[in-house]
C-alpha cells in the first residue's frame, strides 16, 4: 500500500521536542529509530511502508497530527494537532506469536500505568484495550500484523491518547464517549513526559510478553478492568451481539463471558457496547 505524501514529512520542531525524544530513546533497547512528523495520513499506514524494509524494526512512528487516524472496526480516528499522542512502534517478535493479542491488552495496560504514574490518576481499561477516565475513552489502541503462512512479517501498534483536548474539540456524537486528560486534571499535560512513561510501560510489557510472562500482563490488566466480575456486558463481534457475564480473560487476551450455569464463551474479538457499573 503506498500511502504516503512526502511532502507531508516534515520534522516536528516547533511544537514537539524532537531532540528530547530522540535523547531519551536513544539510551533503550526498545527502540532504535524515531520517525516524527508534524503530519501524516496515519503513523500505523506509515509503519507499514517502513515494514517492506527488512531491516526496519523497533521504530517509533509519531506525527503531530493525522490526516486519515484509523481506530478498530473501520472507524476514523481524530488526531487533530498539538492536542494528543498518535505513534505506533514497528516491530518483529519471534516468539509466542499465538498470544499477539494479548499484547494489545499490555499496550491499554501500558498506557493507564503511564496515567497513572504521571497524573496520580486511576484509569481503567475496557476489553480489549481502550483506556478509560470518569467513563470517557482517552486511549484506543490498534494492532496490526501480517503473517506468510507461519511467519510475522510485522507487528504495528499504534496508540492514540487524547491528551489536551478540550470538550469542545470533540464532535458532538463523542462528546458523552470521549475525553482528555487534560479535562480530568483541568490542565495541559505534558506530552512528552507522558509519552517517554508510556515507552517505558510498553517496553516492561513487551519484556514480559517475549518471556512468557502472560500472568503479570493478565493480572495488571484485571486489576484495572471497568467491570466487575459477574457483571453483565455486552460485545458486538462478527457473530452478532453476545451478551453475557465477565468471567475472566485468558492467556490469549480473550474474553471469558459465562452464558449459562456450565456454559462460558471465549470472545477473541469485538466491541463492547453496554456492561452493568
Ligand atoms: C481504537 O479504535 O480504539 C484504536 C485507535 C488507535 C489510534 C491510533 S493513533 C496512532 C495510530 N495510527 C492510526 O491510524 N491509528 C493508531
Redesign the pocket.
Known sequence: MEILNKESMTDVTDDFDSEALQKFVSGRPFIKDVRIFRKID???NYAKYLAKQKNATDVLILSDR?TL????AS?T?I?PPGKGL???ILLRPDKNLEKLPLLSLGAGLAVAKAIENVLNLNPKLKWPN?VLLSGRKVC???LESEFSFEKLNYLII???INVNQDSDDFENNLKDLAGSLKMVVKRSVDRLELLTQVLQQLEIVYHQFLHSQFDSICSEWKKRVCFKENVVVSIRTNEGIITGAFEDIDAYGRLILRLGKSESKLIQSGTIINWQL
Open positions: 496515519s503513523t500505523n493525522q487516524g484509523r481506530g478498530r472507524k480516528w488526531s498518535w505513534f505506533s481502550d484506543g489502541v490498534l499504534g496508540i492514540g
